[in-house]
């Protein structure tokens, strides 16, 4: 499956953002989608998950500011950032993980190119 992230950009502290992710060559209700980002000089870090039915799994650092939803029909996940902080600045990443595949997301996921959030202080 191949993976197209888009609407990154640089917003002020307290900005809104909306991610978009769209998918193609699978069957996307047979994966798991996720964002992942990765700051300068740290690891990748997960963010948000949502099956296909839309269970959704949030980091703490995220919650209650970050909303993923996936739109099946247009094979497309969404990340919604409200009230961004500096420290949310990164390089964003979506991921797809075969529901049938019980390894973790980095031993299994296809995974996009990443689109870069920069949020100004």
């Known amino acids: 499956v191949q993976l197209q992230a888009s609407g990154g950009g640089l917003v002020q502290t307290g900005g809104s953002l909306r991610l978009s992710c769209a998918a193609s060559?699978?069957?996307?209700?047979?994966?798991?989608m996720g964002w992942f980002r990765q700051a300068p000089g740290k690891e990748r870090e997960l963010v948000a998950t949502?099956?296909?039915?839309?269970?959704?799994y949030y980091a703490d650092s995220v919650k209650g500011r970050f909303t993923i939803s996936r739109e099946n029909a247009k094979s497309t996940v969404y990340l919604r950032m409200n009230t961004l902080k500096p420290e949310d600045t990164a390089v964003y990443y979506c991921?797809?993980?075969?529901?049938?595949?019980?390894?973790?997301?980095?031993?299994?996921?296809?995974w996009g190119q990443g689109t870069l959030v920069t949020v100004s202080s």
């Open positions: 949502i099956s296909s039915t839309g269970t959704t």
């Open positions: 991921a797809a993980k075969p529901k049938w595949d019980r390894r973790s997301w980095s031993e299994s996921a296809y």
């Open positions: 060559g699978g069957t996307f209700t047979m994966y798991y």
